[in-house]
């Protein structure tokens, strides 16, 4: 019976997952808390995260874009860096979002809760702040406690100079020499915001590839990319270790290509986050925690305890803020009683960089390894007269079809605005389209968008002679 506890809901963690659970829970009639350990609402993708990272990587892109012109016949000159105004700027975007959650919440009479929460029993949460501490009681909770960044050893971790994802985007200096340890997502993407700032990046990636996730194909334009605009890269190289030398940090190869040692101003580790499912006391409710830290859920975002959901970074792969919040809505709604699971047939990726890579559904990998008899339909933005007027014509558009459906089954885009490009793909996934659906829906022109309903016509074999 909800009357005997403080809460119908107590949502814990504030990030994209967190906030929307509650706001929906709320909207739907529930009295809920939402409990935060910091003052300001949002998560790593408000704080830390998507959002001061993309705020960042436009200036590096205009910076970019910029110097560009100069083959074009337009310079502009050396670009003049206040790193205290760009920073202002970055935590001013960050700040508008975190404070419209803060007036969203009280609009709703969520009640929010500073304080780091630990579980006490399966109904109660304690939550401390400050040396002070608080127990609510709920009916139903939601854990959204989100994931931290892994450490790795033999890297100093009380050394200024070696940042996470976090001190890198606090931007205190443009550093002559950055190394970045991770040729992930999140390192590629702080890669282009210092190196468009001025300074000389090397990225090391323990595998062959860069984002392994991704096809190889649809990563080599990015790649290429930035070699041309200096990066160095080090693939299948281990950093064995990092310390503190006279001029700067000592790093420590092993790798084909790789040096024995070199020295850097700085270092960014980004090899990956890890669940917090070991820090909430899940034990006193009773709730299984795996080994990793994830915490297991059925299709409506249930732990084995009927009452407990979580969501988000905590309760898998992808660990990404639209996932996250997707997952807080149906949450929220099965708490509240509907009738409610969680169907997406995709989650989309895309890696903000420039050129930014996407993806949805299977990559070709993927297809290959499960045996489907697929096909592509691959456009080369070379052949598009938008890209080339941009000057950005490295970039392609590549549809997967199963053959035997014929339906759209995978969708992978390189190229200036393809994080944009790829929600349509999203939908054609969703509403089971086949190249047909996508190939005779008309497209604006010129625009990037068209190269998908070329690619669809590229597979479908109305289009041949691109080049
Ligand atoms: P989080 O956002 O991690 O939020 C969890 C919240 O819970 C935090 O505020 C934390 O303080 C709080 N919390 C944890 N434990 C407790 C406790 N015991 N008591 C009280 N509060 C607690 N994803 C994208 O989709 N697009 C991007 O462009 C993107 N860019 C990124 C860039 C960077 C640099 C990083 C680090 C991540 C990026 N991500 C991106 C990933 C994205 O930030 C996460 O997937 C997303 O924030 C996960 O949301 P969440 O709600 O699960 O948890």
């Known amino acids: 019976d909800s009357d005997s506890f403080?809460?119908?809901l107590v949502v814990l963690g504030s990030g994209p997952g967190g906030y929307t659970a509650a706001f929906r829970a709320a909207d739907l009639g529930l009295k809920v808390a939402l409990i935060e350990r910091y003052s300001s609402l949002g998560g790593v993708c408000l704080n830390v995260g998507c959002i001061p990272s993309k705020a960042l990587l436009h200036v590096g892109q205009v910076i970019d874009s910029a110097a560009r012109m100069a083959d074009h016949g337009v310079r502009f000159g050396e670009p003049d860096i206040d790193l205290d105004i760009l920073r202002d700027y970055k935590n001013g975007v960050v700040g508008k979002l975190t404070k419209g959650?803060?007036?969203m919440a009280s609009?709703?009479?969520v009640e929010v809760i500073q304080g780091t929460g630990c579980f006490v029993d399966p109904h109660r949460i304690e939550v401390e702040h400050d040396g002070e501490a608080r127990t609510v009681s709920f009916a139903r909770c939601i854990i959204a406690a989100g994931s931290r960044?892994?450490?790795i050893p033999g890297i100093p971790d009380d050394d200024a100079r070696v940042m996470?994802?976090?001190?890198?985007?606090e931007l205190h200096d443009i550093p002559d020499r950055l190394l970045v340890i991770g040729g992930g997502i999140i390192g590629l993407e702080m890669a282009c915001v210092y190196r468009a700032l001025g300074a000389r990046v090397t990225v090391v990636e323990l595998l062959d590839q860069l984002m392994a996730g991704a096809d190889a194909d649809l990563v080599r334009p990015l790649h290429q990319h930035m070699k041309k605009l200096g990066v160095r890269f080090l693939l299948g190289t281990r950093v064995t270790g990092v310390e503190a030398g006279e001029q700067g940090l000592d790093a420590h190869f092993e790798g084909p290509q790789a040096p024995e040692r070199d020295e850097f101003d700085r270092v960014l580790v980004s090899v990956g986050r890890r669940p917090n499912g070991d820090r909430i006391g899940a034990?006193?409710?009773?709730?299984d925690v795996d080994e990793r830290g994830f915490i297991a859920v059925d299709g409506q975002m249930r732990t084995h305890l009927e009452h407990i959901f979580a969501i988000g970074d905590i309760v898998g792969q992808p660990m990404l803020a639209h996932k996250a919040s997707y997952e807080g809505k149906i949450a929220a709604e099965v708490a509240a009683g509907h009738k409610r699971a969680a169907d997406a047939r995709a989650i989309p990726s895309v890696a903000y960089t420039d050129p930014e890579v996407a993806w949805v559904g299977l990559t070709e990998t993927q297809a290959k390894k499960e045996g489907l008899d697929y096909g592509v339909g691959k456009f080369p933005w070379a052949a598009s007269g938008r890209a080339l007027g941009?000057?950005?014509s490295e970039g392609f558009t590549k549809l997967i079809f199963?053959?035997?459906?014929?339906?759209?089954?995978?969708a992978g885009v390189v190229g200036v605005h393809a994080g944009d490009l790829i929600g349509e793909l999203t939908l054609a996934l969703e509403m089971g389209c086949d190249a047909a659906d996508i190939g005779l829906t008309i497209h604006p022109h010129p625009t990037l968008s068209e190269s998908v309903m070329m690619a669809a016509e590229v597979y479908e074999g109305t289009i041949t002679d691109l080049y």
Not at 283 to 287: K, M, V
């Open 107 to 109: 609009k709703r009479s």
């Open 283 to 287: 034990d006193r409710a009773g709730l």
């Open 390 to 392: 941009m000057d950005r």
């Open 6 to 8: 403080d809460f119908d």
């Open 164 to 169: 996470d994802s976090t001190g890198a985007l």
């Open 101 to 103: 959650l803060a007036g």
């Open 149 to 151: 960044v892994i450490q």
């Open 402 to 410: 199963d053959k035997k459906s014929g339906r759209l089954v995978g």
